[in-house]
């Protein structure tokens, strides 16, 4: 399609991409698709925008094709967390818990301080425990089961004669079930929907005024209605599996009896009531209110500390994470003690469970502490002592480049420019370009301050490149101001080189006349004596 507006201007997979994530912004879902696909016509099989498209598939409620685009944008690259994620979202939806909770604890492995998937992986289990119950809850024994055959055997008996699984009557069903939607009992529908299950009502009220609609206008809202019903269909299912009807009158026994015992969330299992607050954490600190989001993780952490270990397995893990939130909130406050005595509770908690994922983050948030404050030499230290435990090449870009930084800030030159080429490195295999670019300029800066100014240009020049490819207009500005002193430096050290040149014929003739007159000088003084 669009062969032969290849020579066209650069730039257009960008804008279409550009353009169809702020219609994913203003919820614009199926426009959005439009313009993703259309992007991805221009350059096929990009992974961000096949995640991208998932995501609008995945808001309409289409879990089949979303975990399609999920699993194509992992074709080249398997390691890709944003697709497993994606992937891991989709399967979720579709009420494949099992190999959703798979997929997030696969992501955690990769990008273990991503909040994400640490929040998937509680969902998931969750969904899981309230499907089937608790392991240990459930006592076999040898005398079996006999009522599903019973029930069968009593269903069997109890059938009208012409309602088999053969025949016109199943033909009849099935255009009636088309205008009638509803499965299961309406009160477990009711339920289940709250209160969207008045808008499912009138939609079932639309549909049968719509039915025999003979006009173009009616046949579309039809067709409208039908897709709304479809969706809700969807949503019922995905909450029945999610937490079945006697999973919820469990779980409000369970309130009932622990009222007293211990302090629970409104509303909510305690692992409900976690999840729910940690992601208004991290969607605090995404708005940038580090005052709220530090206040709720001190509520959060009173109430999980009240909790004994019986009712929440992974308290440690729990309060870890509030610790390191808490941390992150006074980090961007300015207040790096108290940022530094959290992530360090974090850190601790994590070596003392033997927890790979606490220490891995604690380590990280420890390092920004000691950067951030100025104590560039204890940042590197802590970040040493992480780097053998990076499991990708996009986390050891990320570190490659923070202990860059610290060097280049004490001007450890040399060390600095050693971790920018290794940085870049990581960048390029991780095959992500606005790591390229960072790593770009650090090296750059590095070379600048060692003085090796073609190599410093070469390397702005490439970081320009980046910037352009990326759309970072701030970026290109700082590049070419930066490469515009450089060029100011190497033609001064020409014209001061090309001056001295000027000058040492000048003073090689000066020294010979001055030698010539001494010599001179002497003759005549010889033929007087």
């Not at 614009?28 to 993703?36: L, N, Q, T, V």
């Not at 040493?384 to 800030?409: F, I, Q």
Request: overall charge negative.
């Amino acid at each position: 399609m669009y062969e032969e507006e290849s020579d066209g201007p650069k730039g257009t997979f960008e804008i279409y991409k550009a353009e169809a994530d702020t219609l994913y912004k203003q919820g614009e879902y199926r426009k959005a698709i439009e313009s993703y696909t259309t992007a991805l016509e221009i350059q096929d099989g990009d992974k961000n925008c096949l995640v991208a498209r998932s995501k609008c598939h995945l808001q309409l409620g289409d879990t089949t094709t979303a975990l399609a685009d999920a699993e194509l944008s992992l074709d080249d690259d398997k390691s890709f967390h944003k697709g497993i994620f994606q992937k891991a979202e989709a399967l979720y939806y579709q009420g494949d818990f099992e190999m959703a909770l798979v997929f997030y604890h696969r992501g955690c492995k990769l990008r273990p301080e991503l909040q994400e998937f640490r929040l998937g992986i509680q969902k998931a289990q969750e969904a899981i425990d309230n499907s089937v119950g608790s392991a240990e809850k459930c006592k076999l024994s040898t005398a079996g089961d006999l009522s599903f055959f019973t029930n069968q055997d009593e269903k069997q008996k109890k059938r009208k004669p012409g309602m088999g699984t053969f025949g016109r009557p199943v033909v009849q069903q099935k255009e009636k079930r088309k205008v009638s939607r509803s499965q299961g009992s309406e009160k477990t529908v009711k339920q289940l929907l709250g209160e969207l299950y008045g808008d499912r009502k009138y939609l079932e009220k639309l549909l049968k005024e719509t039915a025999d609609a003979s006009s173009e206008t009616g046949k579309s809202i039809f067709d409208l209605v039908e897709e709304g019903l479809s969706y809700l269909d969807t949503r019922t299912d995905f909450w029945r599996q999610q937490k079945p009807m006697y999973a919820r009158k469990h779980e409000r026994m369970q309130q009932h009896r622990s009222k007293r015992q211990e302090p629970q969330s409104k509303g909510g299992s305690p692992n409900a009531y976690i999840i729910s607050e940690l992601e208004k954490i991290d969607q605090a600190q995404g708005d940038c209110k580090y005052k709220d989001s530090l206040a709720r993780a001190q509520k959060c952490l009173k109430t999980v500390e009240g909790y004994s270990a019986d009712t929440l397995t992974n308290r440690d893990e729990v309060v870890a994470n509030l610790h390191s939130c808490m941390g992150n909130s006074y980090l961007e406050l300015g207040q790096y003690g108290k940022a530094l005595e959290q992530h360090q509770i974090d850190l601790n908690i994590g070596e003392e469970t033997n927890n790979e994922e606490c220490i891995s983050r604690g380590l990280d948030n420890v390092g920004r502490v000691h950067a951030r404050s100025g104590n560039f030499q204890k940042a590197i230290g802590v970040w040493n002592r992480k780097l053998p435990m990076s499991k990708s090449a996009l986390e050891n870009t990320w570190l490659y480049h923070e202990v860059g930084r610290c060097h280049l800030e004490l001007t450890q030159y040399t060390e600095a420019r050693h971790f920018g080429e290794k940085s870049l490195v990581a960048a390029e295999e991780a095959e992500d370009l606005m790591w390229q670019l960072q790593a770009s300029v650090l090296l750059a800066q590095s070379q600048v301050k060692l003085n090796e100014l073609q190599s410093a240009l070469e390397s702005f020049e490439k970081a320009l490149d980046l910037a352009k490819l990326q759309g970072d207009k701030a970026a290109e500005s700082a590049i070419q101001k930066a490469i515009i002193d450089v060029n100011k430096r190497i033609a001064r050290e020409v014209k001061e080189k090309e001056n001295q040149e000027e000058t040492n014929p000048e003073t090689e003739s000066q020294s010979a006349s001055s030698l010539t007159t001494e010599a001179t000088t002497e003759t005549q003084n010889a033929e007087e004596n």
